[in-house]
């Protein structure tokens, strides 16, 4: 029989927790240290492999993310391991994706051809601004003018390129936005990653915004009419959003991310590393250990490096819904049905269709841009009780 996750696939992620600097914004979990003895890292992360390879035998995978962090501070040797690793314990699709996150520094873009050798196909390269003010004002370490070396040097590396930019920065105008992302679309090749700039407790931006010297953030209005012309010109270079935040080229999409909103499953190795896993019909989540210490002596150790537990019903419907309406193809209806009868109550659909929140066509729903700016709202009607 046919389990849930099968109609969502199965990929892997791999969490290197590394950075050379930590972003103001980033609430991700990275640490700055001044060593790394990678070939101890690239030994435990593939006894990582291992364990929840042997949970999960006879999958095909057909993705693999290397996240972080910043996984382009990994040798191509560590790398190299890593797959190897993975190849051992799951057989490869025949169009396998491999995705390494970069950053755009001379350092990093020297280990692109390393990186392909070891099996990379796709990079996806933290640009986030095109001009040198505002990267220093994130905290980033590169200039606008490196970024689009390394972009280039990348393009000429792998088959699969794509860059993240961030918008509603300090003092951005939408005429700045619309010309930067003009340029942005000139450069893209098939894929874009555009995230809006959100302030998340626990990092340097939220502190500086609570003691008022976070100045001349676009007030909502603002943002909303970003998000718009975003959605507009994307749609007019032939890159519309197929998610919330993700513009692609039709075919050019993130196979590793399309299997979180499919709600497929995901191995997940490294320290704060969270997957997804269906066994013996039950699905569990996972949490890795988040500090790299404590997480790598665990490894070595023979020790769990992760707190596991059958993730509930209520839960797993949760995600299919609220992943599910990210992605502009919807959800399956009868899908999340069979999950729950009391998923995706009729009454709520309708009610959230009439309002132009929700669209319903051919079995699936999914949210318009109307919904889409207030995709928490309708997610919350959705919801079984």
Known sequence: MTEDWQNGGFGLYVHWPFCEAKCPYCDFNSHVVAQVDQTRWAEALAREIRLQGEKTEGRALSSIFFGGGTPSLMLPETVETVLRASRDHWAWANDIEITMEANPRSVEA??????????????????????????????????????????????????????????ARQNQSLDDWRAELSTALDMAADHLSLYQLTIEEGTAFWDRARAGGLRGLPDDDLAADMYEVTQKLCTVAGMPAYEVSNHAKPGAESRHNLIYWRNGDWAAVGPGAHGRLTI?????????????????DAAEGGATTSTWGPLSLQDHVGEAIMMGLRVREGIDVDRVRRLSDHALPQDAVQDLVQLGMLWSKEGRVGATLRGRMVLNSVIERLLPD
């Open 280 to 296: 013996n019909g039950q699905r569990h989540a996972f949490d890795a250990l988040k500090m790299p210490k404590a997480w790598l």
């Open 110 to 167: 020297a280990r692109f051809e390393g990186y392909a050798r070891a099996g990379v196909n796709r990079v996806s390269m933290g640009i986030q601004a095109l001009n040198d003010p505002d990267l220093r004002r994130l905290g980033r370490l590169h200039s606008a003018a490196e970024a689009q070396a390394a972009f280039q040097i990348a393009r000429q590396t792998f088959g699969r390129v794509s860059f993240d930019l961030i918008y």
